[in-house]
T-cell receptor
Framework: DTEVTQTPKHLVMGMTNKKSLKCEQHMGHRAMYWYKQKAKKPPELMFVYSYEKLSINESVPSRFSPECPNSSLLNLHLHALQPEDSALYLC????????????FGPGTRLTVT | KNQVEQSPQSLIILEGKNCTLQCNYTVSPFSNLRWYKQDTGRGPVSLTIMTFSENTKSNGRYTATLDADTKQSSLHITASQLSDSASYICVVSRAGSYQLTFGKGTKLSVIP
């Protein structure tokens, strides 16, 4: 199984809402990532988890809060987002965070109204 | 500065024709180079991954080449199909690093 799954596929939320994005992999990977991708732009790294601990936070605003409940799951909690946060949010995983191919999920298309 | 440059920016070809996409990089120290296919609004799907010692790698109708000396790679698509319409992204990783350097992609449109 070389699949990374993400739910939901689409999400529309207001600026006062609280929502969560979910990501799951069963490849035994110990590194998981969140990326943000705006239209016609390459993905931008947000967070890196290694062995369920947050290793990298690329200066992401606190309205985005990641969580890694176990080695297979990665969540991204959203609160008080702005319309400019509308984007495709991608999850990825790899064997370790210092190497190995990153496998991407299908993404969650987020629209903030 | 670590950079990945892709050309052309966009390409339109007739169904059944071949095409070649280019990627130049300055990422160092080099670990590997990947080509991804990304449909609009969807996550990237890996086509090939090449390390320093690999010159050519094929995946069905997709063939990637790598010249580590000149830091150039190409992706050749043969007998194009309408379903090949997508963005093709070249991604280079640094040795011992989590960071990926993404190219801006080539948007390919295959028309009947």
């Amino acid at each position: 199984d070389t699949e990374v799954t993400q739910t939901p596929k689409h999400l529309v939320m207001g600026m006062t809402n609280k929502k969560s994005l979910k990501c799951e992999q069963h490849m035994g990977h110990r590194a998981m990532y969140w990326y943000k991708q705006k239209a016609k732009k390459p993905p931008e790294l947000m967070f890196v988890y290694s062995y369920e601990k947050l290793s990298i936070n690329e200066s992401v605003p606190s309205r985005f809060s990641p969580e890694c409940p176990n080695s297979s799951l990665l969540n991204l909690h959203l609160h008080a987002l702005q319309p400019e946060d509308s984007a495709l949010y991608l999850c990825a995983s790899s064997q370790t965070w210092t190497g190995g191919e990153q496998y991407f999920g299908p993404g969650t298309r987020l629209t903030v109204t | 500065k670590n950079q990945v440059e892709q050309s052309p920016q966009s390409l339109i070809i007739l169904e059944g024709k071949n095409c070649t996409l280019q990627c130049n990089y300055t990422v160092s120290p080099f670990s590997n180079l990947r080509w991804y296919k990304q449909d609009t609004g969807r996550g990237p799907v890996s086509l090939t991954i090449m390390t320093f010692s690999e010159n050519t790698k094929s995946n069905g109708r997709y063939t990637a080449t790598l010249d580590a000396d000149t830091k150039q790679s190409s992706l050749h698509i043969t007998a194009s199909q309408l379903s090949d319409s997508a963005s093709y992204i070249c991604v280079v990783s640094r040795a011992g690093s989590y960071q990926l350097t993404f190219g801006k992609g080539t948007k390919l449109s295959v028309i009947p």
